[in-house]
């Protein structure tokens, strides 16, 4: 079955900076979308970048674009989420999401989703 794992959260001052990592079984990388959205207390949850995993080509969310990096590791079959120059307001629950066929789309279902991994980060 298709799982997906994250890991690397935790808490960070103001302008350090985390790598999360979204490790994925039971499916290779081909032309999948791989997203990370992010859900803060009281907030909907929020689409923050994603990787289409057959070509590379990333997307970001305004909020995050120019401190944040996505990127994958086919081999490995992970996804991570290089986060620098946090802020406060990046505190969230983050989450993995996988559509295994077709393209990143802010308005795409993504069919798999991993439990989330929390994201502090004190001013």
């Known amino acids: 079955e298709v799982q997906l794992v994250e890991s690397g959260g935790g808490l960070v001052q103001a302008g350090g900076s985390l790598r999360l990592s979204c490790a994925t079984s039971?499916?290779?990388?081909?032309?999948?979308?791989i997203a990370w959205f992010r859900q803060a207390p009281g907030e909907e949850r929020e689409g923050v970048s994603c990787?289409?995993?057959?070509?590379?080509?990333?997307y970001y969310a305004d909020s995050v674009k120019g401190r944040f990096t996505i990127s994958r590791d086919n081999a490995k079959n992970t996804v991570y989420l290089r986060m620098l120059s946090l802020k406060p307001e990046d505190t969230a629950v983050y989450y993995c999401?996988?559509?295994?066929?077709?393209?990143?789309?802010?308005?795409?279902?993504?069919?798999?989703w991993g439990q989330g991994t929390q994201v502090t980060v004190s001013s």
């Open positions: 039971g499916f290779t990388f081909d032309d999948n979308a």
């Open positions: 990787i289409e995993t057959s070509d590379g080509s990333t």
């Open positions: 999401a996988a559509a295994l066929v077709g393209l990143c789309s802010p308005s795409r279902t993504y069919d798999y």
